[in-house]
Each structure stands twice: as structure tokens, then as C-alpha cells.
């Protein structure tokens, strides 16, 4: 019954090393969210997809790409890890723009 | 763009006394605020949000005011409790898909 569902809950790799995060959710919405929330709590949106469709990429870095095969799931993948993505990123989701967002439980990504 | 402050960043109260956070936004197009609490290792959730053509609104303990006019918003939580210890996020929706949140205020109510 979980809304939004990430995988995995931690990652702990090694610099230069790719890995993927999954976010899936059963709410029907029609728009997914990738954040990244660092030590200080700071929660900056990086990507938001409305319908499949990339609307928003806010200057993230190339070595992340997020792909959404279908309205229902948003991953990202990170090439080429450095020691600042180091953070806790979240999937989100919501029903068009301007309406409540969903969170998923977070993944939190280690960079050794 | 869009540029969310909010204040203080911490804010330590006694149990029973009330609790206000201060936004402020700087893109006059926002029109959704929406209000997000988020427990120690937990995701945000939504307590509570405004449109901008609302000016005031409660749910039970926690209200929120808009002034569109000074780009202010705020949040109030009354009769604070033990578990209402958590970061609030404020943040602010122009409708483009991009919410800009604010840098978080870490409540802390003391039994």
C-alpha cells in the first residue's frame, strides 16, 4: 500500500563508481519529483516530469540522468559519483503542479 | 528565480506556548504555499497549505497566513507538543512544476 516507494533505502559506494535509484508510486499521479537533500537539510529540486516529459532540470550536474519509462516511476541514474552527492534523495509526486506532494522514504547515498 | 527565505532556523518553545515561522518569497507569480513537516529520518510530509486567494487558514492547531502584497506567509502552531518536534519547510509554487522550499526552521518543544 506504500504511495511512493524508493529503492534502495542506502547506498554506500565508492567515487567514480554509477548507481541507480528507483522511485515508484501507485497514487495515479501525473508528475514525479527528484530532490536532493543535504546535511543541512536543504531540499533543492533537481528534476520534476510532468505526463513521461522532462519539465524541469535545475543545473544539475550531466552525471545525472533520470528516466521515466511511464507516468508511474522516476529513476535516476549517477554516473561518475563525487564525494558532494553524498545526500539523501527523495522522489516525490504529486498530481499536476501546484497540489501536495508525496514523498518517497528516501534514499541516502554515501560517497567514499 | 524564485528565492524562498525562511525564520528563524531554530526555534526551541515550552510545551503548551505557541509556535510561528516566517517565510518570505520573492516571485510575485507564486501562487501555492504549501507547509511540510518532517520528522529525524523520516520524509516531509504536508501539514498544511494556502492559495493565493486565500488569506488565512486552520486545521485544528496550525494555521497559516498569506499576505500576497509583503510576500509573507506564515505558519502558527498553537498548544505546541512534545511531537510536534520536527524541521518545517515553507515553500512556494509558481504552477511551472519547480516548488522552491525554504531552508527549514528545526522546532523543538521541551516537555
Given at each position: 500500500?506504500?504511495?511512493v516507494s524508493?529503492?534502495?533505502?542506502?547506498?554506500?559506494?565508492?567515487?567514480g563508481?554509477?548507481?541507480s535509484i528507483?522511485?515508484?508510486?501507485?497514487?495515479?499521479?501525473?508528475?514525479?519529483?527528484?530532490?536532493?537533500?543535504?546535511?543541512?537539510?536543504?531540499?533543492?529540486?533537481?528534476?520534476?516530469?510532468?505526463?513521461?516529459?522532462l519539465?524541469?532540470?535545475?543545473?544539475?550536474?550531466?552525471?545525472?540522468s533520470?528516466?521515466?519509462?511511464?507516468?508511474?516511476?522516476?529513476?535516476?541514474?549517477?554516473?561518475s559519483?563525487?564525494?558532494?552527492?553524498?545526500?539523501?534523495?527523495f522522489?516525490?509526486s504529486?498530481?499536476?503542479?501546484?497540489?501536495?506532494?508525496?514523498?518517497?522514504?528516501?534514499t541516502?547515498?554515501t560517497?567514499? | 528565480?524564485e528565492?524562498?527565505e525562511?525564520?528563524?532556523s531554530t526555534?526551541?518553545?515550552?510545551?503548551?506556548?505557541?509556535a510561528v515561522?516566517?517565510?518570505?518569497?520573492?516571485?510575485?507569480?507564486s501562487?501555492?504555499?504549501?507547509?511540510?513537516?518532517?520528522?529525524?529520518?523520516?520524509?516531509?510530509?504536508?501539514?498544511?497549505?494556502?492559495?493565493?486567494?486565500?488569506g488565512?487558514?486552520?486545521?485544528?492547531?496550525?494555521?497559516?497566513?498569506?499576505?500576497?502584497?509583503a510576500?509573507?506567509?506564515s505558519?502558527?502552531i498553537?498548544e505546541?507538543?512534545?511531537?510536534?518536534?520536527?524541521?518545517?519547510?515553507?515553500?512556494?509554487d509558481?504552477?511551472?512544476?519547480?516548488?522552491?522550499?525554504?531552508a527549514?526552521?528545526r522546532?523543538?518543544?521541551k516537555?
Amino acid at each position: 500500500d506504500t504511495a511512493v516507494s524508493q529503492t534502495p533505502k542506502y547506498l554506500v559506494t565508492q567515487m567514480g563508481n554509477d548507481k541507480s535509484i528507483k522511485c515508484e508510486q501507485n497514487l495515479g499521479h501525473d508528475t514525479m519529483y527528484w530532490y536532493k537533500q543535504d546535511s543541512k537539510k536543504f531540499l533543492k529540486i533537481m528534476f520534476s516530469y510532468n505526463n513521461k516529459e522532462l519539465i524541469i532540470n535545475e543545473t544539475v550536474p550531466n552525471r545525472f540522468s533520470p528516466k521515466s519509462p511511464d507516468k508511474a516511476h522516476l529513476n535516476l541514474h549517477i554516473n561518475s559519483l563525487e564525494l558532494g552527492d553524498s545526500a539523501v534523495y527523495f522522489c516525490a509526486s504529486s498530481f499536476k503542479s501546484v497540489n501536495e506532494q508525496f514523498f518517497g522514504p528516501g534514499t541516502r547515498l554515501t560517497v567514499l | 528565480g524564485e528565492n524562498v527565505e525562511q525564520h528563524p532556523s531554530t526555534l526551541s518553545v515550552q510545551e503548551g506556548d505557541s509556535a510561528v515561522i516566517k517565510c518570505t518569497y520573492s516571485d510575485s507569480a507564486s501562487n501555492y504555499f504549501p507547509w511540510y513537516k518532517q520528522e529525524l529520518g523520516k520524509r516531509p510530509q504536508l501539514i498544511i497549505d494556502i492559495r493565493s486567494n486565500v488569506g488565512e487558514k486552520k486545521d485544528q492547531r496550525i494555521a497559516v497566513t498569506l499576505n500576497k502584497t509583503a510576500k509573507h506567509f506564515s505558519l502558527h502552531i498553537t498548544e505546541t507538543q512534545p511531537e510536534d518536534s520536527a524541521v518545517y519547510f515553507c515553500a512556494a509554487d509558481t504552477g511551472g512544476f519547480k516548488t522552491i522550499f525554504g531552508a527549514g526552521t528545526r522546532l523543538f518543544v521541551k516537555a
